[in-house]
């Protein structure tokens, strides 16, 4: 018998996140995010435990089965605390809040996240994996539940003290931050961080840093905006690392996909999650690099393994059964005709609007590049499906499941995320349309930046409106404020105003000392930093699409510029929408090229071969 506080019930099986959905057979009284489980723990005068974690995070997995599938733990839990669990991947503030608090109490943040918290949800205690039984020198789950209802019941003063406390510095912390100058780093400064982080090079074996080894995305594509605005260091090291993530085992070589990360320095023994921003950050790399085959590879593995109701899954597992056994990898260790016959590992098949903003960017790059597979078009598709069925009145959601949408907010990362991805593809394909709704959905952050956010959260003092809680983190992911930078920073370009330019400054602004000193952890901020001080330049070319002086200008796109292939009619609905570049520049009986930099502009071209001496001076 279970001696719980309320009855048991299966509040989880409604749940659109798969995360969730996996852990609604257990005993766990579990409760979804919410305002109902913070008023059941005020009335039964219990802390909180919210556990958070995703669907395709192996070592969440392996607590679920030893702990909240044990009927005995479950008994325990349910008469000492009332339990949340939270899918990092649905409710990234609630997530980023608590990785803020939990830092309080451990150095080893990760998932599965472990906290326990006041009823109104200040953490008094954090863990990530605990195992059913002491291990080394990590407690049992069973004897930090008892030792935390020990404390709620004993010295419960102290602990709300120290939970008080704790949140109190995090606001002081927050508003230091906010009223500090925060200089704008110069390209020195940019050149100096690069040499930073090539000095983290692994001479060895490759790759950025040492064991467990991560692709760092965003740190690839900051390389490469260095590299291309002449940082000739930055150029050689990330052509290095892109061959060394494409010749190991991080890289599926049947499939197309990359793994999420190796345990060990010489890229052996991957964790073998398959995860969209991964490879959508990859995907925009190598196509900016130039290697279409690895790129080409990328496309394929989203089209034919990450491909859900016409956009992309967050993530595919691990784990598959094979021979009945559970099987961590195994079937990525077969070749292709070893994998035939299997089940392929399951999807995380809900869809995330800000990742697959992060996708459509990276078709749009690939399309550019001529990457085979027809980048273009599955970039056109995904963006008229994410306009179709996750922006309604005005508003994004966050996510959806099989039509199903969930009730988590939208966050910066999927206003930014989406409106960048729209303005590339925009650009890219000379759809007017794509930049009309990215500019809409831009104003409607910029209107909205103050009340962006978890709203229980902001009710219960736990964050700022319009303040992501805590330090960024952008070692595998871009975070929203940057790609919302990325986005307005385009946009200010496109449609000439600079007030906008000004307004993504200060968006990153208060990170710009994090991103000085910890640069592996803050790509995309610096990414937006190079294209920021880049030279500002434009590249037209009105005509048909299909001549030489127009195939050389599609591929012409360095950071801080602006490159458009359009015919004459293309050209005329940029105007209509709002892109002043083109007016006057709607005609042309012959292919001409409009190259201008800082405000000035060189005479019109008609001729490829001029156009590529222009380029180069």
Request: hydrophobic letters at 50%; charged letters at 15%.
């Given at each position: 018998m279970m001696a719980t506080g309320s009855p048991h019930h299966n509040r989880l099986a409604q749940a659109v996140s798969p995360y969730l959905l996996a852990h609604s057979h257990q005993e766990v009284d579990w409760y979804p995010w919410g305002e109902e489980a913070f008023a059941e723990a005020a009335r039964r005068d219990v802390p909180l435990l919210i556990s958070i974690g995703y669907r395709t995070c192996h070592w969440c997995h392996v607590m679920s089965r030893e702990s909240f599938d044990d009927p005995e733990v479950a008994a325990l839990?349910?008469?000492?605390?009332?339990?949340?669990?939270v899918d990092r991947e649905e409710h990234g503030d609630v997530d980023a809040t608590y990785l803020t608090q939990a830092?309080?109490?451990?150095?080893?943040?990760?998932?599965?996240?472990?906290?326990?918290?006041t009823p109104t949800g200040q953490a008094f205690y954090a863990a990530t994996y605990l195992p059913p039984s002491p291990r080394d020198s990590l407690p049992s789950f069973t004897q930090v539940i008892e030792a935390v209802s020990t404390a709620w019941r004993d010295n419960r003063d102290e602990v709300l003290r120290s939970a008080s406390g704790l949140i109190e510095a995090l606001a002081a912390a927050r508003e230091e931050i906010r009223h500090q100058e925060h200089p704008t780093p110069s390209r020195a400064d940019l050149a100096?961080?690069?040499?930073?982080?090539?000095?983290?090079?692994?001479?060895?074996?490759?790759?950025?840093?040492?064991a467990p080894k991560f692709p760092m995305a965003p740190v690839m594509n900051f390389l490469l905006s260095q590299g291309e605005l002449g940082h000739t260091a930055s150029r050689d090291c990330v052509e290095r690392?892109?061959?060394t993530y494409a010749n190991s085992a991080l890289f599926d070589a049947v499939e197309g996909g990359f793994f999420r990360y190796s345990t060990q320095a010489d890229f052996t023994e991957p964790h073998y999650e398959r995860m969209l921003y991964d490879n959508a950050g990859l995907l925009l790399a190598y196509s900016r690099r130039g290697d279409v085959d690895t790129a080409g590879k990328i496309v394929s593995f989203l089209t034919h393994h990450l491909a859900v109701g016409g956009a992309y899954a967050s993530g595919q597992d691990s784990e598959s059964i094979i021979d009945g056994i559970s099987s961590e990898g195994g079937y990525y260790l077969r070749d292709e005709q070893g994998r035939t016959g299997l089940t392929p590992p399951a999807l995380d098949d809900k869809i995330l609007t800000g990742w697959n903003g992060l996708a459509l960017e990276a078709l749009a790059a690939a399309h550019r590049r001529g990457v085979p597979g027809n980048p273009g078009e599955k970039a056109s598709a995904l963006a008229t499906w994410l306009l179709d069925h996750h922006f309604r009145d005005g508003s994004l959601l966050r996510l959806s499941r099989a039509g199903v949408a969930s009730d988590a907010p939208?966050?910066?990362?999927?206003?930014?995320?989406?409106?960048?991805?729209?303005?590339e593809a925009g650009c890219a394909l000379g759809r007017a349309d794509f930049l009309h709704q990215a500019a809409v959905i831009v104003n409607t952050a910029l209107e909205r930046e103050s009340t962006l956010g978890d709203p229980l959260l902001m009710s219960h003092g736990l964050s700022q409106p319009g303040i992501p809680p805590g330090d960024l983190s952008e070692g595998a992911s871009p975070s929203g404020p940057s790609l919302m930078a990325l986005a307005l920073l385009r946009w200010s370009h496109l449609s000439s105003q600079p007030h906008l330019k000004e307004r993504a400054l200060a968006m990153v602004a208060p990170y710009f000392p994090q991103a000085l000193t910890q640069p592996l952890a803050m790509g995309s901020v610096?990414?937006?930093?190079?294209?920021?001080?880049?030279?500002?330049?434009e590249l037209i070319v009105v005509g048909d699409t299909g001549s030489e002086l127009a195939g050389l200008a599609a591929r012409w796109n360095p950071p801080g510029s602006v490159s458009l292939t359009l015919t004459p009619l293309q050209a005329t609905e940029f105007v209509a929408v709002g892109v002043p570049l083109l007016e006057g520049r709607t005609q042309a009986t012959t292919p001409t090229a409009y190259l201008c930099?800082?405000?000035t502009c060189a005479l019109p071209v008609t001729s490829a071969e001029i156009l590529a001496s222009q380029l180069t001076q």
């Open positions: 839990l349910n008469a000492h605390c009332v339990a949340i669990k830092a309080a109490f451990t150095s080893n943040l990760g998932w599965p996240l472990t906290v326990f918290a100096q961080v690069s040499e930073q982080i090539i000095a983290s090079e692994d001479p060895l074996h490759g790759g950025i840093g040492s690392t892109l061959g939208a966050t910066l990362e999927d206003y930014g995320g989406l409106a960048l991805g729209l303005l610096l990414r937006f930093l190079a294209e920021f001080l880049a030279p500002v330049r930099e800082a405000g």
